[in-house]
């Protein structure tokens, strides 16, 4: 089965040459892109689709979510609304309402939050544990994880719960927690922040996550400046995400850990001696907690790869519109839409380790526009991606195809 898409005004591929096509089509056969070029060139397919003259873009890769929770936040967000600051402590009472909820409605919950990210645009989606913070209940989130996201995350290290020492809890994040999510998770994160985790407790968690096979993610530097930054990149972390408070040193070991990487060739293998550390903005959180926006221009001019990502998360980021983070990217961290949509698309793959990858590899990539690449794809009712800040806050997703199928938007 083939799908011919044409008559599309705008074609951002975010592809390594970052070419934009004018007048284009796209012809999609199952699950991958299979042609792209002039519409006039277009070849034949068993179903065409007229775009009606708007922009096609990949679609959203979000390469950070919590959506493994239940109950909410609201008082503690209008707290802070009215004044209060935002401090880690927060989790425990997602960790609460999480604990206590079925399997059944921690799964119904999540797939309904990815089922909004998709018919928002988002066709790749990462999401965590980590608000179970106990042995059984971070297994449990991580199986379901594993059922509803493309890339789990096991975030045992979030928070150190209520009632245990932190060194203690440290070596069950190291251990016996550790084997017990091994086989649902790629990737193991840690919150290296005041009130959470130091840089010894996050070094142990990584370089045990790390030997057990895992890839490498980092939440630091959101609150206050920090080892995160400096010991992701020491420990080859894909992604070290928030980023809002950083020194001179801080941006040099980022843009440093790129020097060696060549776009065109990567090897998509997190973590290997060649690719660096992305920096993921969250720039919805920091919205929502009143924290300076994350430097992205400047991560940008200095020659980091960036990601946005919405850290969709009922404590500190309840959204997963990345049109949204791409918005605020643009008006707000000064990226230009191209730049922004990239970071969103073709960043995210790349802070997970998909961004390559064809017909001959095992997986696909994803995040750009390309032949052999997943066709992930979003149609804009709109007639270009400038559109996404030029309009703010109106619901732009016309059509969303996921790995070659249409889904439902709403
Ligand atoms: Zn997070």
């Known amino acids: 089965m083939s799908t011919l898409i044409t008559n599309i005004a705008e074609l951002m591929t975010q592809d390594a040459e970052h070419r934009v096509l004018r007048d284009a089509a796209v012809v999609i056969e199952g699950e991958r892109i299979s042609w792209l070029g002039p519409a006039a060139g277009a070849p034949a397919a068993d179903e065409r689709v007229d775009a009606g003259g708007r922009a096609l873009l990949p679609g959203w890769v979000d390469s950070h979510t919590h959506l493994i929770f239940a109950g909410d936040r609201t008082a503690e967000f209008e707290a802070r609304m009215a004044g209060e600051s935002y401090s880690a402590g927060g989790i425990a009472v997602t960790t609460g309402a999480t604990r206590s909820a079925s399997d059944f409605d921690l799964t119904r919950l999540a797939m309904g939050r990815v089922a909004e990210a998709v018919s928002q645009g988002t066709t790749y989606l990462e999401t965590k544990t980590g608000y179970g913070l106990d042995l059984e209940n971070e297994a449990r989130s991580a199986r379901i994880a594993s059922t509803v996201a493309d890339e789990v995350t096991y975030l045992g290290a979030h928070l150190v719960p209520a009632g245990m020492d932190a060194e203690e809890y440290t070596e069950l994040v190291c251990g016996p927690m550790l084997t017990a999510v091994r086989p649902y998770v790629r990737w193991a994160d840690v919150f290296c922040e005041q009130g959470a985790f130091n840089e010894d407790q996050s070094r142990r968690v990584l370089l045990a996550c790390k030997a057990a096979g895992l890839g490498l993610r980092v939440h630091g530097n959101q609150l206050g400046e920090g080892p995160g930054v400096r010991l992701a990149v020491e420990v080859g972390a894909a992604s070290v995400d928030h980023v809002n408070y950083l020194s001179a040193a801080d941006v040099d070991a980022l843009a440093a850990s790129w020097s060696g990487w060549d776009a065109a060739g990567g090897s998509g293998t997190p973590g290997s001696g060649q690719r660096g550390t992305v920096a993921t903005c969250l720039p919805a959180c920091d919205l929502s907690t009143r924290q300076p926006l994350a430097p992205g221009r400047e991560l940008l001019d200095a020659g980091v790869q960036l990601a946005l990502a919405s850290n969709c ?45 064809n017909d001959a590899d095992g997986a696909r990539a994803v995040g750009s526009i390309a032949v052999g690449h997943r066709a992930d794809l979003h149609l804009l009712n709109a007639p270009s991606a400038t559109h996404l800040a030029y309009r703010p806050g109106i619901p732009l997703t016309h059509a969303v195809w996921r790995a070659g199928v249409a889904q439902p938007v709403r």
């Open 313 to 357: 998360n009922p404590g500190t980021s309840y959204t997963s519109s990345m049109a949204f983070c791409v918005t605020t990217a643009v008006l707000q961290m000064r990226l230009s839409v191209h730049e922004a949509v990239r970071a969103a698309t073709y960043g995210g793959a790349l802070a997970l380790g998909r961004e390559s990858g």
